[in-house]
């Protein structure tokens, strides 16, 4: 069963080491433990607001389906729930099973007034679910819609229902001998249709591509009519319009079905740890390594802060003292950066690739640890959030911001939010650790992902202003030092100042007259992308 007012499903725990939790006591201060609401305190309020939708048979109003539907899992989401300050609630839940159930659903919310917020795996983390707005909302969680409708291993075209969850998607498709390669770290709750209207990316996007490579076509249904999207693979048949659905963040409609690209099984893959001996230098090597073009699935760069903080969160104290011995003694100390590289393809490719990225990484003085690293890296790649959860039950909360931007100016952007937030929380009297990676790695340039470990706070209210002074605080430097507001976890209503601010009047008229083409009424997540509401 999923939490209520947490991350994953409450079966799944990823327990807080105590050599870590000494290592943040010391960084920014022990914290009192956290004392949450009950699921009846919040359901408590939820009956003080009677839903506002006539009755329907594919709707759910009661009290403790509109209470699970009403939030993501943004750092606001968590406050709300944990400290008991439920606010607004949606005012009932769907569920359909066919595009058919999506099409009546849509008509009769538009009969009768009512806003609709589509919804997958309420993995959100920039408030896409939050029910905002005068007239009453209806939540449409799509995750029945999940088949394999049909794959075509020619054109290696597989047609799936949108709301398919990452490992069911994977599992219909390696039956198949096939992959979508899709891999993001919300994989094991998060849907296809969701990734598609968020822009997300995988992991593994140096070699399968982020969504909008995988998305060829599909279909969405939208208040005023259906848009189908036929496969090609090119077209300069004037505008794509698959641009238009993807990132649009349920504004113009439900998807109801993809069609996506899919690469057949590699025969090998490997995850190889390399560290190298500073920042400068990782850099250089990962930017190198990216400009080659040599067919890597994966770079991921944690900066020297983030790699300490790695090492000594994760316990075993003595192999990790072998681990920095070995290092020293190969010019690696202090200051040195992880580097996690993914090899992916047919062993001949993984061979070859091996060889010439090695040669780039021996030139800036890299050292690598093998697959050892690497394995532990994967078979932990989808559990590490759950620590999400064990950190606020010590006293922690954790949010993270990130962007993307042209290599000149990583560096300085990674500099700036991490000052940006040490010195949000320093306005409130608090310290918070602060370390970045670059998740994804680009030829042009890359993603810069902050995180941010701080004490919560003892009450909502100054819960909430840490929260909105950080969040803030790191936005601004992010426009500011000329990167996107986000790379991979879409825009929302968290976002939506920074996104406007981004787009420019007219490109935000522009947007805003195709929202209005497809929905004349108004009835799709408002709030969302525009901060409309």
């Known amino acids: 069963m999923r939490r209520w007012n947490g991350w994953g499903d409450t079966h799944n725990t990823e327990a807080l080491k105590p050599e870590a939790l000494a290592f943040l006591q010391d960084a920014i201060g022990a914290a009192p433990p956290a004392q949450d609401a009950s699921w009846e305190q919040a359901l408590a309020q939820v009956k003080h607001q009677p839903t506002r939708l006539p009755t329907h048979p594919l709707i759910d109003t009661t009290d403790e389906a509109r209470l699970r539907a009403s939030f993501g899992q943004s750092a606001w989401d968590w406050l709300r729930l944990r400290f008991g300050q439920i606010g607004r609630v949606t005012d009932g839940v769907a569920h359909p099973e066919t595009e058919q159930d999506v099409q009546a659903l849509l008509a009769w919310a538009k009969q009768h007034g009512v806003h609709v917020l589509p919804c997958g795996g309420a993995t959100s983390v920039a408030g896409h679910l939050t029910p905002v707005g005068d007239k009453p909302v209806l939540t449409m969680n799509l995750t029945r819609m999940m088949r394999l409708v049909s794959l075509d291993p020619v054109s290696q075209i597989a047609t799936f229902e949108a709301g398919v ?10 039956a ?25 990316s995988g992991q593994q996007s140096a070699r399968y591509g982020r969504i909008e490579a995988m998305f060829a076509g599909g279909t969405l249904v939208t208040p005023d009519t259906t848009v189908v999207l036929p496969t090609f693979p090119a077209s300069a048949a004037g505008p794509d319009m698959r641009e238009w659905i993807m990132g649009s963040e349920g504004r113009m409609g439900v998807l109801t079905e993809a069609k996506v690209r899919v690469t057949r099984l590699p025969e090998q893959e490997d995850f ?43 316990g075993h104290a003595r192999a990790i003292g072998w681990l920095e011995r070995y290092l020293a003694l190969r010019g690696v100390g202090e200051g040195k950066c992880l580097m996690m590289m993914g090899l992916t393809g047919s062993r001949a490719q993984v061979r070859a690739m091996r060889s010439l990225a090695f040669a780039i990484i021996a030139a800036h003085g890299g050292v690598s640890t093998g697959t050892l690293l690497g394995k532990k890296w994967a078979a932990k790649r989808f559990q590490n959030v759950y620590l999400r959860n064990s950190l606020w039950e010590a006293g922690y909360a954790v949010d993270t911001m990130e962007t993307a931007c042209d290599w000149p100016r990583v560096t300085p952007m990674m500099q700036a939010m991490e000052e940006a937030g040490r010195q949000a929380l320093a ?20 993603s810069v992902y902050s995180t941010f470990v701080y004490r919560i706070g003892s009450d909502y209210g100054s819960a909430l202003a840490r929260w909105q002074s950080l969040k803030q605080a790191v936005g601004d430097a992010i426009a500011t030092h000329g990167g996107t507001i986000t790379h991979q976890h879409g825009v929302g209503k968290d976002h939506a100042p920074w996104f406007q601010r981004e787009k420019g009047p007219a490109n935000l008229a522009a947007i805003g007259a195709v929202i209005r083409e497809w929905d004349q009424e108004g009835v799709m997540a408002p709030g969302n992308l525009l901060g409309d509401l």
């Open 165 to 174: 969850a990452g490992p069911d998607l994977e599992a219909q498709l390696r």
């Open 176 to 200: 198949h001998g096939f992959t979508l390669g899709h891999f993001p770290q919300s994989f094991e709750l998060s849907t296809l249709g969701g990734w598609i209207v968020t822009r997300s």
């Open 272 to 314: 190889v740890g390399v560290f190298f001996p500073s920042w400068e230098a990782a850099q250089t090597a990962v930017r190198e390594l990216a400009q080659a073009k040599l067919g890597l699935s994966m770079l991921r760069l944690s900066n020297a802060v983030e790699t300490f903080t790695t090492l000594r969160m994760a």
């Open 427 to 446: 306005r409130h009297g608090e310290k918070t650790h602060c370390y970045t990676h670059l998740s994804h790695v680009y030829p042009q340039g890359s």
